[in-house]
């Protein structure tokens, strides 16, 4: 295993994603590559619309360096990239361009009206990848 992605948005389950994930880099002394996705509205006729206002790039730059701060305490070194676009499609997208041999993503145990109502990106990661895909559970 050479190369690593993770998604990242600073919730716990991509807090424990990121714990995950350091330590199969550190034992595998793999390439840690940390995306974390400013989501876009949908709009009408199938466009994207505008950056929803309360989760903005410069929010996920910053959740990026506190990644970085959590990961240089252990010594791993990572490549962080901030993005926007479907959260799902963009961690599948940039794992493909950059051939990564795993990609992993946290996920929470939804309820049923979770489970009806919301979009997972654990859920459509695993669906769309071409590659390994580890969704880390809660505790």
């Keep these: 295993m050479k190369t690593i992605l993770v ?11 990121l714990a995950r994930a350091a330590e199969l880099a550190a034992a595998f002394e793999a390439k840690l590559v940390l995306v974390s996705v400013a ?14 206002p309360t989760d903005s790039p410069e929010r996920h730059v910053e ?5 970085r701060a959590y990961l240089d ?14 959260p799902a ?20 145990e939804p309820g049923l009206v ?5 979009h997972s990106v654990s859920r459509s990661v695993s669906h769309k990848a071409h590659r390994d895909v580890m969704i880390v559970h809660p505790g």
């Design 73 to 86: 305490e252990r010594g791993v070194d990572a490549e962080y990239v901030p993005a926007i676009g479907d």
């Design 39 to 52: 989501p876009v509205m949908h709009g009408a006729a199938r466009s994207a619309g505008a950056i929803d």
């Design 114 to 118: 979770d489970r009806v109502l919301r």
């Design 63 to 67: 959740e990026l360096a506190h990644a």
């Design 7 to 17: 998604g990242y948005d600073e919730t716990e389950p991509s807090k424990r994603a």
């Design 89 to 108: 499609g963009t961690i599948t997208m940039l794992a493909d361009e950059r051939d990564v041999d795993l990609i992993v993503v946290g996920t929470r």
